[in-house]
């Protein structure tokens, strides 16, 4: 008998999902910034041990959206809450307690699914306050940094999965084609050396992908929503750009296990974040096309 199912990583924004994706996975699979708001689309990772299949889902952060982006992110987060086999409500544990998931997600009813309440950042807390918050809130509390509580979180997860055939091979840690990661990686490199707002203007497309060349090659355009934003982004003689690209291919160099060029242009296009084919090119679920 084997067991495999969906597991969503759910929370308001910057709570530790991507952090606990990756920590579960062992792979540097999704994004991770002390900026809100970095996850925009679901990230899957998977993990098999003998006879289970996790299929984790990291999700976009569960927040008010303020334009058609983040109404597309919000919806994203709410479509992978409905297809869970388990939902993990996570919350930072110097911050306990959460917001309830029907609140924060403003659900009109309960997922279908059971709900775990997990606490990340278990190690900025007490072990003292760790036994608290689990005795009295029923809760697992983990540490994506330290390791502290994912075996406990697993065993409580595999229990819960249904009795299911693997639905993808066992020495997957994906499923995302890699042109998902190198827009991915692009973005965390602008979080991590962009300033302000700009990492929220900034998003990337794949526009050439040869695999079988070495070093693989990959073309790139860059998009911002201002001109002033652009040479930002390319920097003084390029400066900027390099950084950026320096950083997603050594990203993408340890995921593919190949040296890869990666081509990277910039051009500008105006208030995309609100456009709704802007968005549907970019992958984004549209649903409401009136509203951009």
């Known amino acids: 008998m084997t067991r495999s199912g969906n597991v969503a990583l759910a929370g308001a924004p910057n709570v530790g999902k991507s952090s606990l994706l990756n920590a579960l996975v062992g792979q540097h699979l999704a994004i991770v910034s002390p900026k809100a708001q970095a996850t925009r689309l679901p990230v899957v990772g998977l993990r098999t041990e003998a006879d289970v299949q996790f299929v984790f889902h990291d999700l976009p952060g569960l927040l008010e959206p303020a334009y058609l982006m983040q109404a597309s992110m919000r919806q994203a987060a709410l479509d992978e809450l409905a297809r869970a086999d388990v939902v993990l409500h996570l919350h930072p544990a110097p911050d306990a307690p959460p917001p309830a998931l029907v609140e924060l997600a403003k659900l009109e009813a309960p997922p279908r699914a059971p709900v775990l309440r997990v606490y990340t ?143 990277c242009w910039v051009k500008v296009l105006p208030r995309w974040r609100r456009n709704a084919a802007a968005l549907s090119l970019f992958g984004f679920p549209v649903t409401d096309p009136e509203s951009a």
Do not use: C, M, N, W
Not at 137 to 164: C, F, K, M, Y
Not at 224 to 249: D, L, P, S
């Open 121 to 263: 950042k278990g190690d900025l807390v007490s072990a003292a306050r760790r036994t608290q918050l689990a005795e009295r809130d029923g809760a697992i509390v983990i540490s994506s940094t330290t390791g502290e509580g994912i075996d406990v979180l697993l065993d409580a997860v595999a229990a819960r999965l249904p009795e299911a055939t693997f639905a993808f091979d066992a020495e997957d840690v994906g499923t995302q084609p890699l042109r998902f990661f190198v827009v991915e990686y692009l973005r965390e490199a602008a979080f991590e050396l962009l300033g302000d707002e700009l990492p929220y203007a900034f998003t990337a497309q794949v526009e050439e992908f040869r695999e079988t060349t070495s070093p693989v090659y990959i073309r790139v355009t860059l998009y911002v929503e201002r001109e002033t934003q652009k040479a930002i982004v390319i920097g003084r003689a390029g400066a900027t750009i390099k950084a950026i690209g320096a950083h997603a291919r050594a990203r993408l160099e340890e995921l593919i296990g190949a040296p890869v060029y990666l081509d």
